[in-house]
Structures are given as structure tokens and as C-alpha cells.
């Protein structure tokens, strides 16, 4: 919580200015109230008025000024935390990230920047505010009557520690409805990811009650949380609301019995609203402070460094050979035997064969860095000795399914750009006049074999000296796959290619062959 609290600290200050200021003006109205003197033969100063509305009209331009600006700001201070949190998700291990998934983390971290926001925007200021004039209304009404002032001064802690000790507990809850839900959708995704088997088995009784069962465990945990969030809050409130009411009491008894001018009643009867008021947000600021504290402990379990990748400091000038220094090998709790040629030189082109589920992903994958191993050796360092993201330029992995964005043809080619130089390398088997074109959502105006072009020219672009292509034509056609392969094939003087394919004819393209086979 510090650390974010720091690295917005100029943020919070000109917020806090801005709160000083506009509730200075609040609490001057009350003040201005008591001067005048009610039930005296002289005439009323309707200045009074004009002064009072001049004030009201003043604060209600700064508040305006305040919030125009703080939204100005926290666009910056948005993007920079979720910059951050994004750039913490990049560093996590391969293995925590596909154990939680991208899409589950991607939600999260956008949960947990609008907590920072509403904290930092709301909640820090609501707390310089709600101390300055709850307890500034304190001792203007203990200059009255101090019995009463001493009654409003209990409320103020009793409030903040209610609804502390209600936040422990909600975020407890909150942790097991946020787990159950997450599941719950998980496995209602899992069975609608196909959109064959949805159409095939949709109307089957089992998969209605399937997913009914699944809603119910979702929707149940969350009735769960919210019934016990409102009933707290609502025995709260109702206090706060019974000691009110026995404070007017007190002021009519006190007037009954002339204890009480006409004055003290008048402003007493200005500062209860505002008081409650300022009391009420201490109730708002503990529900975004729970969500605020919930945010952090995603980031610290989550998101923490320990589960960051080992990052080495060795940097290399280009990457000539690759030694694979274990044939038996346990990766990902997939164990798997490797067999054939295990130094890897520029020029070569490895096929990688094996039955499906043998390890071949998994071998290249770890070639590529994703996971942590000890059995390849880059220019005779291991991988825990390289920097990563230098390493990840030189060696690039190019999966099945290709990630196309709704952007230009071009742009995503230039996702795979380091550097600017880079821009003018010249892009195989891709119609130019199409650059500029923008791409629909998932690539729906491209063919197969042209998004595996577009996933093949993005890795190109840093001109790597390793390339491992992972089943990348199984999805397209014969003629499209020869083309793609003819053109890759071509810029292996200066690389290595790793291909893992079931296509016989491909074999014959390789002069190197590594086997995988299961245990």
C-alpha cells in the first residue's frame, strides 16, 4: 500500500490542497451563521446573504476546478499503475501464467487500477475532509453544549472502527466469492470454447442443468457477500441514525427549557447535516479501502517478485549454436526423452517429430525461454546467466494459432519491432498494398495461411537467429503450407529453424532431425 501511496504522492498533495481549500469554504458558512445575532430589535444584514452565497458559489467553482483537474491527472496516473501491474504480469514464470491465465489477469488488473484510482482520488482526500469538518463541527458544537459535542466526538471513531472491523470480514468473503465465480465461469467457458460441440450438445438436459448448477454456485457466494455487507452496514447506519435523533432530542429538551438561545439552535441545527454527512463517507471510505486492500494482496500474491522469472545479466551478441545437454528430461510435469542431433549450428533446419502429447511444444517452448531449465545452452551459457528480453529477440517462438489484432496489416507486423531500423525489412509471401489495411477482430478478412504469414513476418522482424515454428501450417492448406516453408526456408543460412509438423514432405526440407518421445 506505501509504495503506491508514494509513487502517486503529487497527485495526492494537489488533491489535498484542493480539499483544504474547498472545505475551509464549507465550514465558513456555519461560522459566518454565528455571527449574526437572531431575535435582536435591530435590522437583519441581508449582506449576510450575498456573503454567504458569494462563498457557497466560490466552492462549488474550486470543487469544479478540482475535479476537472484530478480527472486530468489520473488519466497519467491510471495508465502508469497499469503500466506497471501489465509489466509485473510480463515478468511472471510461464508456468503461474498459464496456471491463472491472461485473461483472469488482464480482468484483475483493471479491477485493482480503478481501487487505485478510487482510493487515491476519493478516498485519501475523503480523509483529510471528513476529519477537518466532522471534527471542526465537534468543537463548534461543543461551544454550546458539550455534553452534545462529547456525544458527536464518539461517533467518529466508533464509525471507523465498525466499519473496519466489517471491511476484515468482507474481505474474506470477497476472497472465497471472487474464487467461486472465477471458477464457475471458467467452467461454463470451458464448455462453450467450442463452438462445435456447443451447437452439437446445447439442447441436451445435461448441459442446461450443467451450467445451471454453475450459475448457482456463483451467484449463491456472491448473495452471500452481499447479505452479509448490507445487514452489518444497515446495524451501523441505524446507530449513527438513533444517536442523531437523540441528539435533536436533546436540543428540543434544551430549548424547552430555555437552556438554549435561538442562535446556538440555528447553528447546531447547520452543523448535524453537515457533520452526518462528513460521518456517512467515513462509510465509503472503509468500502474502497477494502477494495484498495484487496488490490494490493492480488499484487503482492500474484503479481509478487517471487514469482517473477530469473533474470541473468549476460548479454549476447548473436546466438550461433544450441546445445541440448540431457536426453532424458521433466519439464512442466511432462517428462519426455529426446533423441538425434543435440548441437545445433546457424544453418541448420531441425524437425522436431513425435506423437501428439510426446513433449515437442514443450521442448521448443523451453528453447524459447518460457520455462526455467538447465538441460540448453545458449553459446554455452544457460539460461539463468542470459537477460531475458535480450534473449527473447534472438530467439523467437511462433505458435499454431497466431494472435491477430484490429489494427493495420502493418502494425501488426511491427509488434515484433525493437527497433527502428528493423521497419525496412523487407516481408515474404505479404501482398504490400495491403499494409495499410485495417484488420478485422480475430483476422476474419484473412485467410489461414496468411494470418501464419503475418504471425511468421512479425517474428522476422527482429531478424532472430533462432527460429522455432510450432506446428504453424497444420490448420491451412497444402499449397499455402509449401509456400510459407519455401519462403522461411530461404533465410537459413544465418539461422537456426526449429519446425515441429506431421507433414512428411517438410522432413525432406530439414538436414536435421531431434525425435521426442513420451517418459
Same mark, same amino acid.
Given at each position: ?73 489520473? &488519466? ?13 504480469? =510480463? ?16 480482468? !484483475? ?36 453544549? =458539550?455534553? *452534545? %459535542? ?7 471513531? =466508533? ?29 461454463? *467457458?470451458?464448455?462453450?470454447? +467450442? ?29 452471500? &457477500? ?16 438513533? &444517536? ?28 448535524? /447535516? ?5 460521518? +456517512?463517507?467515513?462509510? !465509503?471510505? +472503509? ?28 548479454? *549476447? ?15 512442466? +510435469? ?12 546457424? %544453418? ?32 554455452? =551459457? ?23 489484432? /484490429? ?50 513476418? !512479425?517474428?522476422?522482424?527482429?531478424? /532472430? ?41 517438410? !522432413? ?12
Amino acid at each position: 500500500m506505501k509504495e503506491y501511496v508514494l509513487k502517486n504522492k503529487r497527485f495526492i498533495i494537489l488533491m489535498s490542497i484542493g480539499t483544504l481549500i474547498t472545505t475551509f469554504l464549507i465550514l465558513l458558512v456555519p461560522i459566518i451563521i454565528t455571527s449574526i445575532k437572531f431575535g435582536d430589535d435591530e435590522i437583519f444584514d441581508y449582506k449576510l446573504v450575498i456573503i454567504i452565497s458569494i462563498v457557497m458559489l466560490v466552492s462549488l467553482f474550486l470543487q469544479y476546478i478540482i475535479i476537472f483537474f484530478r480527472e486530468k491527472i489520473a &488519466v497519467d496516473m491510471n495508465i502508469k499503475n497499469s503500466l506497471d501491474l501489465y509489466d509485473r504480469m =510480463f515478468k511472471l514464470k510461464y508456468n503461474n501464467l498459464i496456471k491463472l491465465g491472461p485473461s483472469y489477469l488482464v480482468d !484483475r488488473i483493471s479491477t485493482v487500477v480503478s481501487s487505485l484510482y478510487l482510493f487515491l482520488c476519493t478516498t485519501l482526500t475523503s480523509i483529510i475532509t471528513n476529519i477537518i469538518i466532522s471534527v471542526s463541527c465537534v468543537f463548534i458544537v461543543m461551544y454550546y453544549n =458539550f455534553f *452534545l %459535542g462529547v456525544l458527536l466526538f464518539i461517533i467518529i471513531p =466508533f464509525n471507523y472502527f465498525g466499519y473496519r472491523e466489517l471491511n476484515k470480514s468482507l474481505q474474506k468473503k470477497s476472497v472465497y466469492m471472487q474464487k467461486a465465480s472465477s471458477l464457475g465461469y471458467q467452467n461454463i *467457458l470451458a464448455l462453450m470454447a +467450442n463452438s462445435d460441440f456447443m451447437k452439437q450438445y446445447s439442447s441436451y438436459p445435461f448441459t442446461n442443468n450443467y451450467i445451471k448448477e454453475e450459475l448457482f454456485s456463483i451467484f449463491k457466494s456472491i448473495k452471500d &457477500v452481499n447479505v452479509f455487507a448490507q445487514s452489518m452496514s444497515t446495524i451501523l447506519k441505524f446507530i449513527n441514525i438513533y &444517536v442523531q435523533n437523540i441528539v435533536i432530542f436533546l436540543i428540543s429538551y434544551d430549548v424547552i427549557k430555555n437552556k438554549l438561545g435561538i442562535t446556538p439552535v440555528v447553528v447546531i441545527s447547520v452543523i448535524l /447535516p453537515i457533520f452526518f454527512n462528513s460521518v +456517512n463517507e467515513i462509510t !465509503r471510505l +472503509n468500502i474502497s479501502s477494502h477494495e484498495f486492500k484487496s488490490g494490493i494482496n492480488f499484487i503482492n500474491e500474484e503479481l509478487s517478485q517471487e514469482h517473477f522469472e530469473k533474470n541473468g545479466s549476460k548479454v *549476447l551478441d548473436s546466438i550461433n549454436d544450441i546445445k541440448i545437454i540431457k536426453t532424458n528430461i521433466e519439464q512442466n +510435469n511432462i517428462k519426455f526423452k529426446i533423441e538425434g542431433d543435440f548441437h545445433l549450428e546457424k %544453418g541448420d533446419i531441425i524437425y522436431v517429430s513425435g506423437v501428439s502429447g510426446s513433449g515437442k511444444s514443450t521442448l521448443l517452448k523451453s528453447i524459447a525461454s518460457f520455462y526455467e531449465n538447465d538441460y540448453i545452452l545458449y553459446e554455452n =551459457f544457460y539460461l539463468n546467466e542470459l537477460q531475458l528480453e535480450e534473449l527473447r529477440k534472438k530467439v523467437v517462438y511462433v505458435a499454431q494459432e497466431s494472435v491477430i489484432l /484490429p489494427i493495420s496489416l502493418e502494425r501488426n507486423l511491427q509488434l515484433g519491432c525493437f527497433e527502428e531500423h528493423n521497419r525496412d525489412l523487407k516481408v515474404k509471401g505479404i501482398d504490400k498494398e495491403r499494409l495499410t489495411e485495417k484488420i478485422y477482430e480475430g483476422g476474419r478478412n484473412l485467410s489461414g495461411g496468411e494470418k501464419q504469414r503475418v504471425a511468421i513476418a !512479425r517474428a522476422l522482424y527482429t531478424d /532472430p537467429d533462432v527460429l522455432l515454428l510450432d506446428e504453424v501450417t497444420s490448420n491451412i492448406d497444402d499449397e499455402s503450407t509449401k509456400l510459407i516453408y519455401r519462403d522461411v526456408l530461404s533465410l537459413s543460412k544465418n539461422k537456426i529453424i526449429f519446425i515441429t509438423s506431421h507433414d512428411e514432405s517438410i !522432413r525432406k526440407m530439414c538436414n536435421k532431425e531431434i525425435v521426442v518421445r513420451k517418459g
